[in-house]
Structures are given as structure tokens and as C-alpha cells.
């Protein structure tokens, strides 16, 4: 069962296309990730599915049903949504007053909000913050009073608006992995926008990609990640070694270059190779690929706990991912000659 839909959506602003006929389905206690570049138009989105705004056109569908544009009845929707924005304000009093806030509107006695307010502080690691300024906190613990905000409100579906954005990199994996675990232990639904692939893989289920107002694929991590519909998509989800092709049944022409996949595809395209699927080695071995070349390296660099190391095929260049065990037993050096082979399963087409 979808929870939230948004069917054709447009939306112009001073003759300029915000989105253009935007259609996606949220599933019923999924993580779903909006991803995109920033002023794809992420964040206009979910101020329409949050019903914070008002599309040009377009029908936006909560449990199946439409949703009116106006009146009581889309306030009643409204209610049962929550919104985490990307860059949270704290109101002037405590950590407790913060999150009780929205209780406090919707007329909860002083004992529910309490029992409610203690809840979602344990959810989001702020246990003993109740009686803390708001204005004392760092980036991190206010994002996570932001989030507890939202939380204590027990809406059915939870909006995220890039709620990582400028923290260091240690708090948003602990924000990130927070935000996971809440997900897994309650029922909500999970609507989060982003503009880091990165952060969608560590939390997401199913997902869709914006580029410039448009959606431009959705479906499940897993299809977004290997499976890119086209080159954009490929460069998005992070994929290197990108080539235009030739394309001719399971045979890729790059320059003078063949390469094998397994795909029935013709015409023009691009096919990618990841640096981590290409093996190298200074003498012939003997293997089942298909792809199997003479290299020579051009360059080798250290990337996080891996080595890029960049091969020259025939004027093409690729990069292969090699491990410090691996390039220590190698023993190669730039100008160093290499064979070179892959598997044509591993040979992204699109």
C-alpha cells in the first residue's frame, strides 16, 4: 500500500519550471531517499508532500485518497505528517519546551507530554538534555532535538529535508545511523531528501533521483546503484571509468578498443567498468574473462584505504582499485607494463 503518491506534478515559479510533471509512490513503512543535486528541486517537493505548499497542478494522494488543496480535511492529512527541515530552528528555552512544542498546540496534557518528550529523547540519544538551553547546542545535538521534535508528534510519515547537511563526518554517521535504527524500530514511513549518494545507501530501501525538476529514475537501491538508466545516473550513484560506446549485440567498441558485457544492446551508449571488478597482474594468468588486455600504468595514487592506479589501454584510460597488500606484490610503477582483465558481467551498460 503507498502512504503518499504524487501524480504529475508542476510547479512554475517567476516563469521558471520548478518541477515538471513530477510523479513518485511512497510505500507504506518504507525509508524512501529523494536524491539529486542541489536545486534539483528536493526540497520544493517535499514542501508538497508535506502539504506545506501548493503545486500549479497536479493531485497528491495520502493512504490512496486525494488530497483536497485546501480546507479542514487537508489540515486533518497535514497532522499526521511530521517535517525534520534542513536547517532546524531552535525556539528561545529548553531542550524539553523544543520537543514539547507541537504537543503543546495539539492541547496534550502535561503528563502525556512528558511521557512522550522522554520517549523520543531516549530515541535520539538526548537522555538528561530536558533542562538544557536550546541555544547551547552544538550542530549535532540540535539536529537530533530537531528530529526528536518531529518524532514526538507520532506521525504516520516522517519528512527529512537533508537533515545531515554541514555536520562533520563523524556526526552524520552517528545522526545517519540514528535515524536508521528509529526507522527499524517503529512503524513510520520515512521520506528523506539528500544530496549524497552516500548517505541514501546507509539508510534507504527504495528511492528516486531528481535532476532538474524531473524525475530521472526511481526504484530500489539496489536497481539505482547497479543499474543506472543512463549516464547521469551513472556519475550520481559515483560509478568511474565511464566510456562512450559502440554497441553491437554483447560487443562494446571504445575507440579501437572491445570490450565484452553480457546485454543485447546496438547503437550509441556508454558502458562503465568498476575500478574494484579490474584485476592486474604482470604475467598472463589464467582466467575466465572475457576482457583481457596489455596495460600500462600511468599513475598510481592512494584513495582512503585503497590504491587508484590509472592503466593507459590503447589510449583508453581505466582505473583499478588494488588493496596495499596487493600493489606491494605487484611491484609496479608508472610506466610499468600490466595485463589487465575483467569480467564482462562486471560491465555496466546503459
Do not use: Y
Given at each position: ?17 520548478i518541477l ?6 511512497v510505500e ?6 529523494l ?7 528536493k ?7 508535506g502539504?506545506l505548499?501548493?503545486?500549479d497542478?497536479?493531485e497528491?494522494?495520502f493512504?490512496?485518497?486525494s ?17 525534520m527541515?534542513?536547517?532546524?530552528v ?12 507541537g504537543?503543546?498546540?495539539r492541547?496534550?496534557?502535561?503528563r502525556?507530554?512528558?511521557?512522550r518528550?522522554g520517549?523520543?529523547?531516549e530515541l535520539?540519544?538526548l537522555?538528561?538534555?530536558e533542562e538544557r ?9 540540535t ?7 518531529a ?7 516522517l ?10 563526518q563523524?556526526?552524520?554517521r552517528e545522526?545517519l545511523?540514528r535515524i ?7 512503524d513510520?514511513t520515512?521520506?528523506?531528501a539528500?544530496?549524497?549518494f552516500?548517505d541514501?545507501?546507509a ?12 524525475i ?10 547497479f ?5 547521469f545516473?551513472?556519475s ?13 549485440a554483447s560487443e ?24 574494484e571488478v579490474?584485476v592486474?597482474?604482470?604475467?598472463p ?8 588486455f596489455i596495460?600500462?600504468?600511468?599513475s ?9 592506479v ?14 596495499t ?14 595485463h ?11
Amino acid at each position: 500500500m503507498m502512504i503518499l503518491s504524487l501524480k504529475n506534478i508542476h510547479l512554475t515559479r517567476e516563469r521558471s519550471s520548478i518541477l515538471a510533471g513530477v510523479s513518485l509512490d511512497v510505500e507504506l513503512g518504507s525509508f524512501f531517499v529523494l536524491m539529486g543535486p542541489t536545486g534539483c528541486g528536493k526540497t520544493t517537493l517535499l514542501r508538497i508532500a508535506g502539504l506545506l505548499d501548493v503545486p500549479d497542478s497536479g493531485e497528491v494522494l495520502f493512504r490512496g485518497a486525494s488530497v483536497p488543496r485546501k480546507g479542514r480535511e487537508r489540515l486533518g492529512v497535514r497532522r499526521k505528517m511530521a517535517t525534520m527541515f534542513q536547517d532546524p530552528v531552535m525556539f528561545k528555552g529548553t531542550v524539553f519546551s523544543n520537543i514539547a512544542w507541537g504537543l503543546r498546540i495539539r492541547g496534550c496534557s502535561q503528563r502525556e507530554t512528558a511521557l512522550r518528550v522522554g520517549e523520543v529523547l531516549e530515541l535520539v540519544g538526548l537522555e538528561g538534555f530536558e533542562e538544557r538551553d536550546a541555544s547551547t547546542l552544538s550542530g549535532g545535538e540540535t539536529r537530533r532535538t530537531a528530529l526528536a521534535r518531529a518524532l514526538v508528534l507520532d506521525p504516520e510519515l516522517l519528512i527529512l529535508d537533508e537533515p545531515t547537511t554541514s555536520l562533520h563526518q563523524s556526526f552524520k554517521r552517528e545522526l545517519l545511523g540514528r535515524i536508521k535504527e528509529i526507522h527499524d524500530r517503529t512503524d513510520m514511513t520515512f521520506l528523506m531528501a539528500t544530496h549524497d549518494f552516500t548517505d541514501a545507501l546507509a539508510v534507504g530501501d527504495t528511492g528516486a533521483v531528481m535532476r532538474d525538476g524531473n524525475i530521472e529514475q526511481s526504484g530500489s537501491m539496489d536497481k539505482i546503484l547497479f543499474s543506472p538508466r543512463n549516464r547521469f545516473m551513472a556519475s550520481f550513484t559515483g560509478m568511474r571509468n565511464i566510456l562512450p560506446a559502440e554497441f553491437c549485440a554483447s560487443e562494446a567498441l571504445v575507440r579501437d578498443l572491445s570490450i565484452r558485457h553480457t546485454e543485447e544492446k546496438s547503437g550509441h551508449g556508454f558502458l562503465a567498468v568498476p575500478p574494484e571488478v579490474i584485476v592486474i597482474s604482470t604475467a598472463p594468468t589464467v582466467t575466465s574473462e572475457r576482457n583481457r588486455f596489455i596495460g600500462i600504468v600511468r599513475s598510481i595514487t592512494r584513495n582512503g584505504t585503497t590504491w587508484d592506479v590509472e592503466l593507459d589501454i590503447s589510449g583508453i584510460l581505466l582505473t583499478a582499485a588494488v588493496t596495499t597488500g596487493a600493489l606491494d606484490e605487484l611491484g609496479v610503477s608508472p610506466g610499468s607494463q600490466v595485463h589487465v582483465s575483467f569480467k564482462a558481467s562486471a560491465v555496466h551498460v546503459f
